[in-house]
T-cell receptor, first 117, second 115 residues
Framework: AQTVTQSQPEMSVQEAETVTLSCTYDTSESDYYLFWYKQPPSRQMILVIRQEAYKQQNATENRFSVNFQKAAKSFSLKISDSQLGDAAMYFCAYRSNSGAGSYQLTFGKGTKLSVIP | NAGVTQTPKFQVLKTGQSMTLQCAQDMNHNSMYWYRQDPGMGLRLIYYSASEGTTDKGEVPNGYNVSRLNKREFSLRLESAAPSQTSVYFC??????????????FGEGSWLTVV
């Protein structure tokens, strides 16, 4: 079974600075997707960014980018120019691209990000 | 643009009571899901419906039943609520059967407390 580990329960960053959230995962598969979801206090789950495992290039979405290291099974999220609205729980998630596993997102336990004005 | 709509948003139940959480999506998605989120945890899959007419167990199905009423609607039923089922429940949907890259869209969550 796949597992996703987020080793930083809490992080803080100064407004306008850059922060990196860590995620590692364990899988024996080669074809899968990785995601970062943001959960603000409203509890809604918002997709931030996704990465396809067979793509070498790291995904970027505006101020959000990832560092995907497939061999090391690492998938970190970098937030540049942090804003107050970035304060939230961030969840790393894994999804297989084959079989019954493709219906299930496996989540890490989350990292709570605080942004200091 | 409603997306995924869940009702009710808040509910308090007594142990042993039953209730149904309703979910509807207006994005013409094939697949729908029910997740639960407990304090300090990520979401865990309870049940999913790959397509209309099919349902399958996820990681934590015990104590729950589901019904895929039609393509739009997917309900979650607690037959005899227990305090361990106190949680935030999320309904979700996605476009294509078995295509992992397609985004899973989440509802806003339903807060359930069992006393």
């Amino acid at each position: 079974a796949q597992t996703v580990t987020q080793s930083q329960p809490e992080m803080s960053v100064q407004e306008a600075e850059t922060v990196t959230l860590s995620c590692t995962y364990d899988t024996s598969e080669s074809d899968y997707y990785l995601f970062w979801y943001k959960q603000p206090p409203s509890r809604q789950m918002i997709l931030v960014i996704r990465q396809e495992a067979y793509k070498q290039q790291n995904a970027t979405e505006n101020r959000f980018s990832v560092n995907f290291q497939k061999a090391a099974k690492s998938f970190s999220l970098k937030i540049s120019d942090s804003q107050l609205g970035d304060a939230a729980m961030y969840f790393c998630a894994y999804r297989s691209n084959s079989g019954a596993g493709s219906y299930q997102l496996t989540f890490g336990k989350g990292t709570k990000l605080s942004v200091i004005p | 643009n409603a997306g995924v709509t869940q009702t009710p948003k808040f509910q308090v139940l007594k142990t042993g009571q039953s209730m149904t959480l309703q979910c509807a999506q207006d994005m013409n998605h094939n697949s729908m899901y029910w997740y639960r989120q407990d304090p300090g945890m990520g979401l865990r899959l309870i049940y999913y419906s790959a397509s209309e007419g099919t349902t399958d167990k996820g990681e934590v199905p015990n104590g729950y039943n589901v019904s895929r009423l039609n393509k739009r609607e997917f309900s979650l039923r607690l037959e005899s609520a227990a305090p361990s089922q106190t949680s935030v429940y999320f309904c979700a949907s996605s476009v294509l059967l078995g295509t992992a890259g397609n985004t899973i869209y989440f509802g806003e969550g339903s807060w359930l407390t069992v006393v």
